[in-house]
C-alpha cells in the first residue's frame, strides 16, 4: 500500500531492436555508422519523434526526471559518452565495458543521448559566473588536432552566452562537446557536434552576410540550448519557439559580442531569406505538433524587433538574463515567457506575440503624404495590434504608435522621404502622395 507523497521504486524491463535514424538528427533513432577506420560510430537522436524510440520513458516535455544514472555496455576497444559526469567505467568479462553516467540536474527527455566511438579526450576549465566550469572535448582519434584547435571557440560561445543569457546553467554537470557522425544536437551537457570542424553550417551562411561565416553555427547555435531548452524547457512541442526562437536569435547576440552591434542587425536581417510565412510559429498543443520552420529565423526577427522596440540594450539583457534565472531547470508555456517580456519592460505586449507567433501575415505600416502631413496606419495585423515604430521622415527620427485607424502627423518641411527603421521586422507601403 502506497501513501500519498511516499518515494518507491519502479523497475521496468524493456528488450528490442530501437528504430535506425536514416537522417539523424531530423530522423529519430539509433545511427550505425562506420568511422573512417572502420571502428563503430554509434549515436542516438530523437527530437521530434521522441526518445520512447529507444528507452521507456514518460514522453511528454511537459516532466522531467531530477536526475538520471544512465548506463550503456559497449565493445570495450570503444568508449561511450552520455549526458552529466562519468560516475563509474566498469570492465565486464565478456569483452566490453559498461559506462554509468550520472545527470544531477532535470533533463528533458529528447536530451539524454548515447555516443559510441574510438573518441579520445582532451579537456579545460572556463572561468565563469559560476567559477569553474569543466568543459570535456570527446572527438575520434584522428580529428584530435584538427578539434583542439577549432573547439576554442566553446570558450567564446560561453563567455558571449553567459553575458547575454546568465551563467551556464549545468556547471554541476559540466559542458561536453562530443563528436558526431550527424551536424548535431543539443543534448543537455553533452552537445553533440558533427560540423566538420569548420565555420559556418556546413560550410553555408545562414545569413548570407559573411558574419555567418565567422563562427561554427553548429557549436554556437546547439551549446547555446543549454539555455533555452535544457535549462527552460517547452512544457509542449507547440510552444518550441521557446527553444529555437531565442537560439536563432542568440546567433545573432553571439556576433553582438564579438563584432559589434550594427554587425548583430546585418546577420539577423540576413536570416530574413529563411522565412517563409506559412504557418504560424505556435503550433498545436496537446498533440506533439510545433509550428513552423519559421520559429527559427521569424523568431530571431521578432526577438530582433523587440529589442528595437525596448530601445534600451541593457534592459533588454537583463530580460534575457531574467528569464534564464527565473524558469532555471523549468518547463514553462508560451505565455509565461511572453508575460515575464510583458511585465519587465512595462509594455502589454498580448498583441505584438500575437502577430508574429500565431500570425503568419508581416504587419504592414500603410501610409500616405497629404498636404504637410503624414497618415499612417497598420493593416495587415492581428485586430489590437499597436506595436510602436520608429521610421524617418526627411531622415529625421520620429516615434510613432500607429494602430488600425489612420493617425496623422503633421511636419512642417515638405516630406522628401520616409523610411521604415530596417531593424523591424515589418513591411511598408506609400499609399498616396499629394502635397
Ligand atoms: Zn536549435
Redesign the pocket.
Known sequence: MQKQGDIQNLLVEFAGKPKVSRRPPWDGGVSWRKDENDNHFIATANQGDGASLWWPCKDHPYDEPDSMLISITFPENLMNFSNGRLRKLEQNNDGTKTSNWFVSSPINNYGVNVNIGNYVHFSDVFKGEKGNLDCDYWVLDYNKTKAKKHFKQAHKMLEAFEYWFGPYPFYEDGYKLVEVSYPGM?HQSSVTYGNGYKNGFGGRDVSNTGYGMKFDFILV??SG?EWF?NSITNRDEADMWI??SF?AYSENLYVDYFWGKEASAEYCRGTRMNISNNLSIVGIYGVNYPGSGDMYSKGANMLHTLRQIIDDDEKWRQILRGLNKEFYHQTVKSEQIENFISEHTGLNLQSFFDQYLRDTRIPTFEYALVKGEIRYKWTNCVNDFNMKIKVYINDELHWLQPNKRWQRLSIEKSIKTVNVDKDFYVASFPLIEIE
Do not use: D, L, S, T
Request: no cysteine; net charge negative; proline share 0%.
Open positions: 543539443e547555435h546547439e540550448h531548452a527553444h529555437e537560439i
